[in-house]
């Protein structure tokens, strides 16, 4: 692992010292393209990889930062009570109507674009709850389609000139991940081919989070698959892929890598080492603009994604 650190996400031998003191580490790496973000944070923590696999699936309460407004867990299968809480906070009526191929304030499909417009009488005093409500039926729709065709079920972005295809995006970004895919290859595939070739000791499941990026709330949706893998220390290792099914700003696509790698403290205790890395095609990176946006965003997500880690390691350590 810690080869791994230093030669894939340059990591220094200070940096790692840190971690192996306890302290959380985050850092930007370089991917030569704007709009292409990569980041890698780690974090040593003193308990059982399978008190974090238990804490991990709480999904709803594992995830709480400072800009996750609210996480809720889809049952199996989804369904729109799931969704009771979802509430798109900068929904407006002439932002909807307005949406255009090419133009839309939201990152939505064309035909949910015309589905919204043409589906909801507009003129009803109603009209903000009844499209809430239509938002959420075309939302568990979209997951079953996935569940049962994969990705060539996601979306086709409009909000801009440039269609963009969330599926192409993920697998670039999950193609990228070259030494993932040497670690863990069948959990790579089953992520870009499923719901065929699901390997062994796996489970997934789907959550949808609200959070605060940026001047708009983010609302999106995600698969979360999980495999055990064997180890020959026998402690079991696990690897996790988390993929971004949609979200209705600012990310086109985004995936997370998480490794669970066990060791053991030098009085004999479980601890385990907890790696995140994230990988994301962000709108806004390009041009003057864009190149301070991203500047600011370097200087501050490794930050953040350091002080999720510690929280992790908090919960867990103090459990």
Same mark, same amino acid.
């Given at each position: 692992?810690?080869?791994?650190?230093?030669?894939?996400?340059?990591?220094?031998?200070?940096?790692?010292?840190?971690?192996?003191?306890?302290? #959380?580490? &985050?850092?930007?790496?370089? *991917?030569?393209? %704007?709009?292409? !973000?990569?980041?890698?944070?780690?974090? /040593? =923590?003193? @308990?059982?990889?399978?008190?974090?696999?238990?804490?991990?699936?709480?999904?709803?309460?594992?995830?709480?930062?400072?800009?996750?407004?609210?996480?809720?867990?889809?049952?199996?299968?989804?369904?729109?009570?799931?969704?009771?809480?979802?509430?798109?906070?900068?929904?407006?009526?002439?932002?909807?109507?307005?949406?255009?191929?090419?133009?839309?304030?939201?990152?939505?499909?064309?035909?949910?674009?015309k589905?919204?417009?043409?589906?909801?009488?507009?003129?009803a005093?109603?009209?903000?709850?009844?499209?809430?409500?239509?938002?959420?039926?075309?939302?568990?729709?979209?997951?079953?389609?996935?569940?049962?065709?994969?990705?060539? #079920?996601? &979306?086709?972005?409009?909000? *801009?000139?440039? %269609?963009?295809? !969330?599926?192409?995006?993920?697998?670039? /970004? =999950?193609? @990228?991940?070259t030494?993932?895919?040497?670690?863990?290859?069948?959990?790579?595939?089953?992520?870009?081919?499923?719901?065929?070739?699901?390997?062994?000791?796996?489970?997934?499941?789907?959550?949808?989070?609200?959070?605060?990026?940026?001047?708009?709330?983010?609302?999106?949706?995600?698969?979360?698959?999980?495999?055990?893998?064997?180890?020959?220390?026998?402690?079991?290792?696990?690897?996790?892929?988390?993929?971004?099914?949609?979200?209705?700003?600012?990310?086109?696509?985004?995936?997370?890598?998480?490794y669970?790698?066990?060791?053991?403290?030098a009085?004999?205790?479980?601890?385990?080492?907890?790696?995140?890395?994230?990988?994301?095609?962000?709108?806004?990176?390009?041009?003057?603009?864009?190149?301070?946006i991203?500047?600011?965003?370097?200087?501050?997500?490794?930050?953040?994604?350091?002080?999720?880690?510690?929280?992790?390691?908090?919960?867990?350590?103090?459990?």
């Open positions: 692992m810690r080869d791994g650190l230093e030669s894939e996400f340059h990591f220094s031998a200070d940096d790692i010292a840190k971690i192996e003191a306890g302290q #959380a580490m &985050a850092r930007i790496v370089p *991917t030569g393209r %704007p709009d292409d !973000v990569r980041m890698v944070g780690v974090v /040593l =923590i003193k @308990s059982s990889a399978n008190e974090f696999l238990k804490a991990f699936r709480d999904i709803e309460h594992f995830e709480i930062t400072k800009e996750v407004v609210r996480t809720k867990r889809f049952s199996s299968p989804p369904n729109v009570a799931d969704l009771a809480d979802f509430q798109m906070t900068d929904l407006k009526k002439s932002d909807l109507l307005s949406c255009r191929p090419g133009h839309c304030s939201y990152k939505l499909p064309a035909e949910e674009m589905a919204i417009q043409t589906g909801i009488d507009w003129n005093p109603d009209a903000q709850a009844k499209a809430e409500a239509l938002i959420r039926q075309r939302i568990i729709a979209y997951l079953d389609n996935y569940r049962q065709n994969g990705d060539s #079920a996601l &979306a086709v972005y409009y909000d *801009t000139e440039s %269609p963009y295809s !969330v599926a192409e995006g993920l697998h670039s /970004l =999950i193609g @990228s991940e030494r993932i895919d040497k670690v863990v290859p069948q959990l790579v595939r089953f992520a870009t081919e499923y719901p065929a070739n699901r390997p062994p000791n796996t489970e997934d499941f789907f959550y949808w989070q609200e959070a605060a990026f940026g001047l708009k709330h983010v609302l999106r949706t995600e698969h979360v698959i999980i495999q055990q893998l064997s180890a020959a220390a026998g402690d079991p290792h696990y690897a996790i892929i988390s993929k971004m099914l949609f979200a209705t700003h600012y990310f086109r696509a985004a995936v997370e890598f998480q669970v790698y066990p060791v053991r403290t009085s004999g205790e479980p601890a385990f080492y907890l790696l995140s890395a994230q990988r994301s095609y962000i709108d806004g990176m390009t041009g003057a603009r864009g190149a301070i991203r500047k600011i965003a370097e200087g501050r997500s490794p930050a953040r994604l350091a002080e999720n880690l510690q929280l992790a390691k908090q919960r867990l350590e103090n459990h």
